[in-house]
T-cell receptor, first 115, second 114 residues
């Protein structure tokens, strides 16, 4: 069975450009998370979806960051007017259930470099 | 809010030697604990988890971890490491009950020396 798929794997953007990062979770997984991993750091929580509902967006660093999951499966993380500090690996994870004991399954991430 | 402290940023160890990667957590409620491994240019893979029951949990690739509630620790151990264990290891904590986000430590780079 397919795991969590993220695209593109690498993205280079000039400062000020908008970017869109895609996540295909494991089929049937209710929960979907986005994390940001800066170089040499652990993943930092950005936002959480339960099906199509965005229940927690407390980790989004600014209003330039926007995420959606309109049909409860594929999710897109959009960053407007990218800045150099946005350079990081963006990880998507899904889990089968909306419970704390349901483990997360991670994609390989999208490495964003803002020049 | 919960937090995770990984005390060692890098751990070099010779092949076939034992290793312990340390993790301490902080939370005001009961927690679930996880260890993930990340190979270069890849996402995180679950090594093992503590949800309840026995405090000694065994995971993939010969790793195990022990939950110590009094010391708020969840150290990862392997009795004999291989070159292929070279990777970054992340400890994570999640408060129990309903939806809770996962909080990660900053990671420990395990370097296995031939």
């Amino acid at each position: 069975g397919a795991g969590v798929s993220q695209s593109p794997r690498y993205k280079v953007a000039k400062r000020g450009q908008d970017v869109a990062l895609r996540c295909d979770p494991i089929s049937g997984h209710v929960s979907l998370f986005w994390y940001q991993q800066a170089l040499g750091q652990g993943p930092e929580f950005l936002t959480y979806f339960q099906n199509e509902a965005q229940l927690d967006k407390s980790g989004l660093p600014s209003d330039r960051f926007f995420a959606e999951r309109p049909e409860g499966s594929v999710s897109t993380l959009k960053i407007q007017r990218t800045q150099q500090e946005d350079s990081a690996v963006y990880l998507c994870a899904s889990s089968l259930e909306d419970r704390s004991n349901s483990p997360l399954h991670f994609g390989n991430g999208t490495r964003l470099t803002v020049t | 809010a919960q937090s995770v402290t990984q005390l060692d940023s890098q751990v070099p160890v010779f092949e076939e030697a034992p290793v312990e990667l340390r993790c301490n957590y902080s939370s005001s409620v009961s927690v679930y604990l996880f260890w993930y491994v990340q190979y270069p240019n890849q996402g995180l893979q679950l090594l093992l988890k503590y949800l309840s029951g026995s405090t000694l949990v065994k995971g993939i690739n010969g790793f195990e971890a022990e939950f110590n509630k009094s010391q708020t620790s969840f150290h990862l151990r392997k009795p004999s490491v291989h070159i292929s264990d070279t990777a970054e290891y992340f400890c994570a904590v999640r408060n129990s009950g309903g939806y809770q986000k996962v909080t990660f430590g900053i990671g420990t780079k395990l370097q296995v020396i031939p």
